[in-house]
């Protein structure tokens, strides 16, 4: 089986609609996952632990953002008891992205964010593009696995699939029975929508329109 393409994060250079803001992204998201992860590490609830996200193109602005108790009640609510298959569980992670964007979108203004790049307003106040909104999805998903959310899954690196000039950036996960790889895409929907989460080549080999 065709293994993900990751990438080293302080290594790679991603060409997207906004090049020159783009180039240094792989560096802003390893320090911004490192940061999240560690601010969670001992935290009485990773859930409502504050965080840094990302804005705009290529995570070219960020903003300081926290979960209350009554937002991470509703994010646990959604796992139930644990005891889901890994189907179950892809659904509810989704399900718990959703969530995640709806409670930060009305903090720092990103509940404006069209799905895709939207073309007519991706300059617009609260737009974001695929590699902020995989940086922010990886940071919901370590908050997930801080929380000990996640049963049957572990988590992955960044992926990417690519076109001729552009390339396309989102976040792997690994069911464990199986091992076999998932992708996690929030840049399809608007924000709070459910991302798309797929086997891994069927996402690789799509294009994008």
Not at 123 to 131: A, E, I, P
Not at 162 to 189: C, P, T
Request: glycine content about 6%; charged content about 25%; some cysteine.
């Amino acid at each position: 089986m065709m293994r993900p393409l990751h990438f080293a994060l302080a290594a790679v250079v991603v060409m997207t609609t906004a090049s020159a803001r783009a180039e240094d992204w792989p560096s802003r998201a390893e320090r911004l996952v490192a940061h999240n992860k560690a601010q969670a590490l001992d935290a009485a609830d990773p859930l409502t632990t504050p965080m840094i996200v990302c804005q705009d193109t290529a995570c070219a602005q960020t903003s300081d953002v926290r979960l209350s108790e009554e937002e991470a009640a509703m994010i646990r609510t959604g796992f139930g008891d644990g005891g889901a298959d890994a189907e179950t569980e892809r659904a509810m992670i989704a399900h718990a992205i959703g969530q995640f964007e709806t409670f930060v979108g009305a903090q720092n203004g990103t509940w404006r964010d069209h799905a895709r790049n939207s073309h007519l307003s991706e300059d617009g106040d609260g737009q974001m593009d695929c590699v902020s909104e995989s940086i922010n999805t990886r940071t919901y998903l370590d908050r997930l696995a801080q929380a000990k959310l996640l049963n049957r899954h572990e988590l992955g690196g960044f992926v990417m699939r690519y076109l001729v000039v552009l390339q396309h950036v989102a976040v792997e996960m690994i069911e464990l029975d199986s091992g076999d790889s998932y992708v996690i895409d929030s840049w399809d929907g608007e924000n709070g929508d459910e991302p798309v989460i797929q086997p891994y080549m069927s996402w690789r080999m799509e294009f994008m329109a």
